[in-house]
């Protein structure tokens, strides 16, 4: 693929993935970019996947045939990028790595070697010249690891991203939803504790004039339209801020009666106009998903069983889910079932004490077993709560 005259695409699509990080599907399967800058001095961004070294080798050969390479850039860890520093380092032993610093502490993790006689080691405000491009550094860490950084080609205004702006899907897959929903999984799930961080490095970037972004995963944003979208994109998931109106429902049940409940309140909801209502059931749907529309929409409606004197497994997993990336400055109504000792509610408001701005509904459906003329007249009184 060539991006510009001396920007060529040399990453990788995976269809062999099941799951990303061994918890997120991906049925689009996954792209592992790496980019090749051909100048008086040849830069290669970022390696592959550890599965696809010898394929993406190959690439970096069919680009420059038998040539030297002068730098590696790794501007993120994580080992679906830096899984084969070692292996190209081996196949081209005058190169530079570089790299932050304590990239090359992982390394030495890693692979046992630190590079040290043939590393550059680069912070916030570096640049390598290499002819008539000339990289700067920015320092982004956890975004979403300690050790990231971008780099701005300021010759072509071009943005290496490293992992920001991505999304899941192999390259050579159509995504017949287009960039914001597998973006918006992605995000949510892999970097979504970290607002604040991201926050900082769009603050960063807003002083660049950029006219692409290179991410590590997904698309090449080439358009002012598109670049303009996912950087506000990025500040909303990034502030935490309510995206578009709507309703999630997320429940689990053991027996039927509290699905019939959060069902219920579904309809009652479409029927006095709510723009969008995602119900999903945490014990079959995909979780990351439900997550994704937790964050998407300004309210949520927790609806779950007493179950051990605490609460469903699934309802607790996605909880923890929400928490442990930050959920914030939403509404959340809660449905509980017990049929002789309900807890749901209270164990479920709990969990969300140490959450910054959330709002709990006055209305708490409370159902011993199966939904009555009381429980339903609630689930009304919680829908009427939930629309103002």
């Known amino acids: 693929m060539k991006i510009t005259e001396d920007i060529k695409y040399v990453g990788v699509n995976d269809h062999e993935v099941d799951l990303f990080e061994g918890q997120y599907v991906v049925p689009l399967g996954m792209a592992y970019n790496s980019y090749l800058v051909k100048d008086e001095k040849t830069v290669v ?24 390479i002068d730098y590696l850039v790794v501007q993120h860890m994580e080992p679906d990028h830096s899984a084969n520093v070692a292996k190209f380092a081996a196949a ?20 046992g ?32 690891w ?63 004039e950029i006219k692409k972004i290179l991410p590590l995963h997904g698309p090449i944003h080439d358009t002012p339209e ?17 995206e578009s109106p709507g309703i999630c429902v997320a429940y689990t049940s053991v027996y039927g009666h509290t699905k019939a409940a959060a ?25 990351p998903e439900t997550v994704e529309d937790a964050f998407r929409y300004g309210k949520l409606v927790l609806a779950t069983t007493t179950y051990n004197n605490d ?21 959340i109504g809660l449905i509980e079932n017990g049929s002789w000792a309900p807890m749901a509610a209270k164990v479920m408001k709990g969990m969300f004490e140490k959450s910054k701005d959330i709002a709990f ?6 159902i011993k077993g199966a939904l009555n003329a009381e429980s339903e007249a609630q689930l009304e009184k919680l829908a009427d709560e939930l629309m103002k």
């Open 113 to 144: 070697d630190d590079f040290a006689s043939r590393r550059l080691v680069v912070k916030e405000g570096d640049t390598l010249k290499t002819g008539k491009h000339v990289f700067a550094f920015v320092a982004a860490p956890m975004v979403h």
């Open 146 to 208: 300690p050790e990231v950084i971008v780099t701005y080609d300021t010759t072509d205004k071009i943005l290496f991203s490293a992992d920001g702006f991505g999304k899941f899907g192999a390259l050579d897959r159509e995504d017949p939803e287009g960039w914001d929903c597998e973006a918006r999984r992605y995000y949510i799930g892999i970097v979504g504790k970290y607002g604040p961080q991201v926050q900082a490095l769009l603050k960063k970037a807003s002083g660049l």
């Open 226 to 242: 598109m670049i303009a979208h996912v950087v506000k994109q990025y500040d909303t998931w990034s502030s935490y801020a309510v």
């Open 45 to 68: 961004f970022d390696t592959v996947d550890e599965r696809f070294g010898e394929e993406w080798l190959k690439n970096i050969r069919e680009e420059i045939g038998d040539a030297s």
């Open 263 to 287: 069902l219920k309140l579904a309809e009652l909801l479409k029927a006095k106009g709510c723009p969008k209502v995602a119900v999903s059931d945490l014990a079959r749907d995909d979780q």
């Open 311 to 331: 609460i469903f497994p699934w309802m607790r997993h996605f909880i923890d889910h929400l928490t442990e990336r930050n959920y914030q400055k939403r509404t």
């Open 92 to 111: 081209y032993p005058t190169a530079t790595i570089v790299a932050s610093a304590q990239a090359f502490v992982m390394m030495k993790s890693y692979f």
């Open 361 to 366: 509904c006055d209305t708490v459906v409370t």
